[in-house]
């Protein structure tokens, strides 16, 4: 699943792929993903790409009539870049039929699964178009006006990004008197955004913390951060850093938009290595795997307390 480092790496590529292009026409396969495409999709056709954000794992297209267009990658969405020479190359509708059923693109080679999994597919009024491919289905996309944002569905209940200014007293203010573990409040996208589930593991590895350790221990009686809280949110930042600089995570079925697999995951100190030997001078330990509310956290139970 792509994680914040993914998203960043993505939106950086979008950035450099289409901003300032003008959406010509918006190619639509089918009426959904996680939820149904919203009904005024098409009417993006016409307007140009102003700007691209990011919030938590939501990449956030600014478009010139002051409409926000919201893409959420799921399990297995991922965006590919067709300049103009490449996208002419095929025939211009690109829609085929397979058996009568479910129409897909002609840039299945590139975009994998013979583009049954194109789902939508953006052309810009220079030709070039970028596809979006989700195997899984799970990527979400919305359409709203810029003044809504704030009260959007699914902005409004996200916690602060893990990047400066956030910081230990603010995870403080949100662990104080949780008894839920540790790892799930870091995973909680209340207390923060975008420490996903590989992150979570390989920050509370490197802070030593043990990820069952109740989180309302981690702050102290006047609410401010213990030292063990700072260290951890300190490997927060420098894991999610470190992720971003190699471009996120690559699993399975994710790539970045011009389809370059990143290179963090052969990093993993833990996450993926049950039965394998800790990785800490000294410690001799040996990772194991438990599952927190259905999902799996690897830890070593010698140096995480
Ligand atoms: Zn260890």
């Given at each position: 699943m792509p994680e914040l480092p993914e998203v960043e790496t993505v939106r950086q590529g979008l950035l450099q792929g289409i901003l300032n292009r003008t959406i010509e026409e918006v190619l639509i396969?089918?009426?959904?993903?996680?939820y149904p495409f919203?009904?005024?999709?098409?009417?993006?056709?016409?307007?140009?790409?102003i700007g691209i954000r990011r919030r938590a794992k939501y990449l956030l297209i600014d478009l010139d009539d002051d409409r926000v267009l919201l893409s959420h990658l799921g399990m297995s969405g991922r965006y590919t870049l067709f300049d103009s020479d490449e996208a002419s190359s095929?025939?211009?509708?690109?829609l085929a039929t397979v058996n009568g059923g479910v129409p897909v693109s002609s840039f299945g080679e590139r975009t994998?699964?013979?583009?049954?999994?194109?789902?939508l597919e953006f052309i810009f009024t220079d030709g070039s178009r970028a596809v979006y491919t989700d195997p899984r289905r799970f990527g979400i996309v919305d359409l709203f006006h810029r003044m809504d944002e704030p009260v959007q569905p699914l902005l409004e209940v996200l916690g602060p990004e893990?990047?400066?200014?956030?910081?230990a007293e603010d995870l403080a203010i949100a662990l104080?008197?949780?008894?839920?573990?540790i790892k799930l409040a870091i995973l909680d996208q209340k207390t923060?955004?975008?420490?996903g589930n590989i992150y979570a593991c390989e920050s509370l590895h490197r802070a030593g913390?043990?990820?069952?350790?109740?989180?309302?221990?981690?702050?102290?009686?006047?609410g401010q951060p213990t030292q063990r809280l700072e260290s951890l949110v300190g490997h927060i930042k420098t894991v999610l850093d470190e992720a971003l600089a190699s471009g996120?995570?690559?699993?399975?079925d994710f790539a970045s938009v011009d389809g370059t697999l990143g290179y963090?995951?052969?990093?993993?100190?833990?996450?993926?290595?049950?039965g394998q030997p800790c990785t800490?001078?000294?410690?001799?330990g040996v990772v194991r795997r438990i599952v927190q509310s259905n999902r799996s956290t690897f830890y070593c139970p010698r140096c995480q307390r």
């Open positions: 396969r089918r009426e959904g993903l996680r919203p009904q005024d999709l098409a009417t993006i056709a016409g307007t140009t790409v095929a025939p211009h509708h690109l994998g699964y013979g583009g049954k999994h194109d789902h893990p990047f400066d200014p956030w910081g104080k008197g949780r008894k839920t573990s923060v955004v975008g420490v913390l043990s990820p069952r350790r109740e989180a309302r221990g981690l702050v102290k009686k006047n996120g995570s690559t699993l399975n963090f995951s052969h990093q993993f100190a833990v996450y993926g290595r049950e800490k001078d000294g410690c001799g």
